[in-house]
């Protein structure tokens, strides 16, 4: 998938057309020269033109992991945030039960103290 990838890549780059047509003439030059400096020149530059289309692909891969990695980190991020929901709305539940039971035991409370009361203003008449 990844070899697909990046031939679709360097196909619609002009410039890889461009090295591989370079790297034709100077293979076909090379077979055809007859001059010794002149063919390690060539030899240099095809040298050259691999080397560049090699570090193309190279890019490519790296762009690749990189994307692969932000999708990672992305998805992370999203599950984060549903367990950070999930935990925001069990503190709201809890916080509301604790809530309803301070109310109903303040209430419990209050009517003890007030039968109490009474008790007192009863037993000193």
């Given at each position: ?9 360097f ?7 461009d ?10 030059t090379?077979a ?38 932000r999708s990672?980190?992305?998805?992370r ?15 709201q ?33």
């Open positions: 998938n990844r070899a697909d990838m990046n031939s679709t890549t196909t619609t780059d002009p410039s890889s057309t090295l591989s047509t370079s790297l034709s003439v100077l293979s076909n090379l055809n020269e007859s001059n010794p400096e002149h063919a390690r020149t060539i030899i240099e530059k095809q040298q050259l033109v691999h080397q560049c289309e090699m570090m193309k692909i190279e890019i490519a891969q790296k762009q690749q992991q990189i994307l692969d990695t990672q980190y992305e998805a991020v999203e599950e984060l945030e549903e367990q950070l929901h999930s935990a925001r709305h069990a503190h539940v809890a916080q509301f039960k604790l809530n309803s039971a301070l109310d109903q035991h303040s209430k419990e409370l209050k009517a003890a103290q007030d039968a109490n009361s009474d008790q007192i203003v009863m037993l000193r008449r």
